[in-house]
């Protein structure tokens, strides 16, 4: 069994409501005709996608995250998998129940390619505070979708608290708390600018990080914190991260998204981070969507809420 998130909202239209309707997924790029044709390959995939929307990119980089999303839904996804579809401060999970199909009628409406499925819980939303951190994280996807199928187990715990209709136990309960006292201590607390990138370090290095050094402000060309993991004990990946300790108030803007692919490329990062104790404005949203879409760079954007749920989740090493 696989597991996959899925952003349904094909040309930024919400499709979720017709999606739980017609006991559907939904996904864009309904002018891409042919997709469905089984004999291609991913080479020829990619260019009916290439020649619909981006026949004028001097690069592949729009063309293959597109065709990669597609290729998923179409190819990848099969017949018992789970789908988590993100939705505001919840999320439904549905169960693939066939292959992909193309509605004709709905091309114009860029909602034509779709997968039945059967939607669990009853069809109704899961709180995302249900959720590990590991899965609020990949529910905010940059871009329409990704795989899941290492989350499996905390999907299905999620599923289980849902359906069971138990009220919350003490852990949960005093993890709640644990969440909430967190948050506020950033927010509040007694934490500066420096301890907080202090404290990114060392939650860094609890999560596995080989190296991690905080960048000194004199030396700062966009990351305040980078740190080296180790891929299967052998490859490094370099984390680039943007630390701001702002309150909920203004969000973090697309600027700092922007200070950050500079930070990246003067690291040499594979992966970039931004982590606030606040909150992102939509603007910083489709900035660091846009710049996984047009440069390859992955940014991921870590709340104020998300941190303190990792604090409470993996602990923060020694600083």
Not at 170 to 195: C, M, V, W, Y
């Amino acid at each position: 069994m696989q597991a996959f998130v899925l952003r349904v909202a094909p040309s930024e239209i919400d499709r979720v409501p017709e999606a739980l309707e017609f006991n559907q997924i939904i996904i864009g790029w309904a002018n891409a005709d042919g997709l469905l044709d089984k004999q291609l390959n991913w080479t020829g995939f990619r260019e009916i996608v290439r020649a619909t929307y981006y026949r004028d990119d001097k690069t592949l980089h729009r063309a293959g995250a597109a065709a990669g999303h597609m290729w998923r839904f179409i190819r990848e996804m099969e017949a018992g998998d789970l789908v988590v579809v993100p939705y505001g401060s919840e999320f439904y999970v549905a169960e693939v129940a066939g292959e992909a199909i193309f509605l004709q009628d709905k091309q114009s409406e860029d909602s034509a390619y779709r997968r039945p499925v059967k939607w669990l819980n009853a069809k109704q939303p899961i709180p995302r505070s249900y959720a590990k951190s590991a899965l609020i994280s990949r529910m905010k996807i940059q871009g329409t979708s990704a795989s899941a199928t290492d989350l499996l187990d905390e999907i299905r715990d999620c599923l289980d608290i849902a359906t069971s209709g138990a009220t919350p136990s003490f852990q949960s309960d005093l993890q709640t708390s644990l969440i909430t006292q967190a948050l506020n201590e950033l927010q509040k607390g007694r934490i500066d600018s420096f301890g907080f990138e202090n404290l990114i370090k060392s939650l860094l290095q609890s999560l596995g990080a080989k190296e991690a050094r905080v960048v000194p402000r004199s030396q700062d060309k966009g990351a305040d914190v980078v740190a080296t993991f180790l891929v299967a004990e052998t490859f490094p990946l370099v984390v680039a991260v943007q630390a701001k300790h702002w309150q909920p108030e203004p969000p973090v803007d697309r600027q700092v998204i922007d200070q950050l692919v500079s930070g990246m490329e003067a690291e040499s990062a594979d992966l970039g981070m931004v982590i606030t104790t606040g909150t992102f404005s939509d603007d910083a949203v489709r900035a660091a969507n846009e710049c996984l879409e047009s440069v390859g760079k992955k940014i991921e954007l870590v709340d104020g809420e998300q941190f303190a749920k990792m604090i409470v989740e993996h602990g923060t090493g020694e600083s």
